[in-house]
């Protein structure tokens, strides 16, 4: 019974230490679990837009993947949460919501076209959180929302690429036809807007709707106007259905596309009759073909290196877009401990950075950020991309 006694103190002082280590030990576990950075993704993964999202959703990955092998943000690990809209602006409010109130994200990189994205906005811009969509029309950041950023190449500056190419050709008289959404209507709004700052007359405009399967009624209306060259604003299927009903047709004028079909799939849908045909893209589809001196030549290389390489298919500057907002936003989280106003703001003081789509430099009256030389003309010919001078 003294032996028992003599030693209660030494037993009772080992079990304070142990309770202690334990106490100090736990905390960490569930710190590290909490300060998981969890970064929400809608993409429209599959659906008629899949062409966009399926890349976008791949290339949010990679970054992530990449980030949290390097040790993550501040000691962060990434997370993300990722949904697919399958194109549906209801799905993505939805989703958006979801992503907010459900997951807790802390930030959103999507979706993947300009009626979805809007679908979202007003969402963003009620809860207030960064906010950088992959879309390209340009009601998406003007007027500027102060949460919402957006990486891909805006219409304004497609249209005046196409425009500029028609004017060095000595082209005078176009018409145009658009898809009746919101990225239609953004692009057709531009391409009448700044027709005459380039000499150019738009003598007939029409409109197909997005799951038309033929557009030979808008043709026939185009043709009798005599135009010297056609620009149709869409994504796919809507543009490779217009280029096959022009070879039908026999309508043997130039015809340009927007950089919504800038993407392999284009010429996979279109066939023989995407040959000739003249489009804006970011540099990606000709980034072989680039000077060394290029300043994006090196991060275009390794982006299509690191894609091919994991996916083992081919690349798109639809991925980019997602690339780029992975990227910007993983720069702006740092030193912000997951702070959404720090992160907002971090967005739009980003300069300099040199990416897939462009060079990016934010600002307070700029959420695009890119300069006409983000754009460079296209040529299909025997199936592939040629750059033009």
Known sequence: MLEVTRYRPMMIILSILAIACLLITTPAISESEKNTYKIGGIFAVTGPASFLGDPEKKSMEMVVDQINASGGIDGHMLEAVIYDTEGDPGKANLLATKLINKDNVIAIIGPSTTPTTLAVMPIIQRIKIPFISCAAGNKIVAP????????????????????????????????????????????????????????????????????????????????????????????????????????????????????????????????????????????????????????????????????????????SGFGGYAYDAANILAAALKNSEGDKEKIREALENTEGYVGVSGIFNFSKTDHNGLSPEAFVMVKIKDGKWELLK
Request: positive net charge.
């Open 144 to 315: 500027i929302n102060p949460w919402v950023f957006k990486t891909a190449q805006s219409d304004i500056l497609a249209v005046a690429a196409i425009y500029e190419n028609l004017k060095s050709k000595k082209i005078k008289k176009i018409s145009i036809i658009s898809v009746n959404n919101a990225f239609g209507e953004s692009g057709k709004e531009q391409l009448l807007s700044q027709a005459k700052n380039f000499g150019l007359t738009v003598a007939k405009s029409e409109t197909y709707g997005a799951k038309d399967t033929d557009m030979t009624a808008q043709l026939t209306k185009i043709r009798k106007d005599n135009p010297e060259a056609i620009v149709c604003w869409g994504t796919n299927p809507g543009p490779a259905v217009l280029a096959k009903n022009m070879q039908q047709l026999d309508l043997n004028i130039p015809l340009f596309q927007s950089h919504g079909v800038a993407s392999p799939k284009f010429i996979e849908l279109a066939g023989s009759a995407a040959e000739g045909i003249m489009l804006p893209t970011g540099k990606i589809l000709v980034a072989s073909l680039l000077s060394d001196s290029d300043p994006q030549k090196e991060m275009l290389t390794a982006y299509i290196s690191e894609y091919k390489n994991k996916y083992k298919s081919s690349v």
